[in-house]
């Protein structure tokens, strides 16, 4: 894998995502038409599939890929190709050779997501209405799973000891929001 | 009382074997630490959610333009 590539969905490098975004999107339409995919939905396929592969970048699953960028996220579109050929045959006489038109790509499979609990529904509420920058230092503690050490570096606090107070007063805001909705 | 370090460890993914051996065990056993766990464990994933939508939001910002981009080269 490029590392480059990954580094730029990691890092959120506008300019390279989007240049990426566009060089492949015409690419795979055509190839999301051999399986008779709608082009409104060839385009979401596209997005999501760009969901996944930033997901793998930000794990660090994506470091340690051995094929091309290009071939990973057609593998990862296969993938919703298939998912959503099986949503098609919900609603409509299910062709099996649909499954079987190019052997180009090798399908990578992805976790589909789950629906949210109550609990995580909750949260989700409370959390868009704490500050921007209780915000960002929640999501880089636990979802980029930065050490404190690293916020402070990468994002110009000034210790180690900042973050984590800073960290520790969201927390809490966060807890005391909770604790006071009318369940 | 938590240990902030030990759950800091975890979710950065820098837990030694003895330190996962002693997450485990906490999660286990004491109340106050699962409940701190599974709340972040949460928390981890509405960051994550709320992070997939704005990657979606950028993402759309590439299709208008593009579309604009083709409606220019019709007129």
Same mark, same amino acid.
Do not use: S
């Given at each position: 894998m490029e590392h480059q590539f990954a580094d730029a969905l990691k890092h959120n490098d506008d300019q390279l995502v989007k240049e990426l975004y566009v060089c492949y999107r015409e690419e795979f339409i055509r190839f999301s038409k051999k399986y008779q995919i709608a082009p409104q939905d060839s385009v979401d396929i596209y997005q999501d599939a760009f969901l996944s592969i930033r997901k793998h970048a930000l794990s660090g699953k994506l470091y340690e890929v051995n094929s091309s960028f290009k071939t990973y996220l057609f593998g990862i579109g296969k993938h919703l190709i298939f998912n959503k050929l099986k949503d098609y045959a919900s609603k409509k006489p299910y062709d099996p050779?649909? +499954? +079987?038109?190019? #052997?180009?790509y090798e399908i990578i499979r992805i976790n589909d997501t789950q629906e949210p609990s109550e609990e995580q529904k909750l949260l989700r509420h409370y959390f868009n209405q704490l500050g921007k920058s209780c915000q960002q230092m929640l999501t880089l503690s636990?979802?980029?799973?930065? #050490?404190n050490e690293e916020i402070a570096k990468q994002y110009g606090y000034d210790s180690e000891a900042v973050v984590r107070s800073q960290k520790s007063r969201c927390l809490k805001t966060l807890k005391n929001l909770i604790k006071q909705s009318p369940r | 009382m938590i240990n902030e370090t030990l759950l800091e460890k975890f979710f950065s993914k820098h837990l030694s074997e003895a330190e996962l051996l002693e997450f485990k065990k906490r999660y286990d056993t004491e109340a106050d630490f699962k409940q701190e766990v599974d709340f972040l464990n949460n928390l981890q994933l509405v960051s994550e959610t709320e992070e997939e939508t704005k990657f979606k939001t950028q993402l759309a910002t590439y299709e208008s333009e593009l579309s604009k981009k083709k409606k220019c080269a019709i007129l």
């Open positions: 050779k649909l +499954h +079987h038109p190019c #052997t180009e636990f979802y980029r799973g930065l #050490t | -």
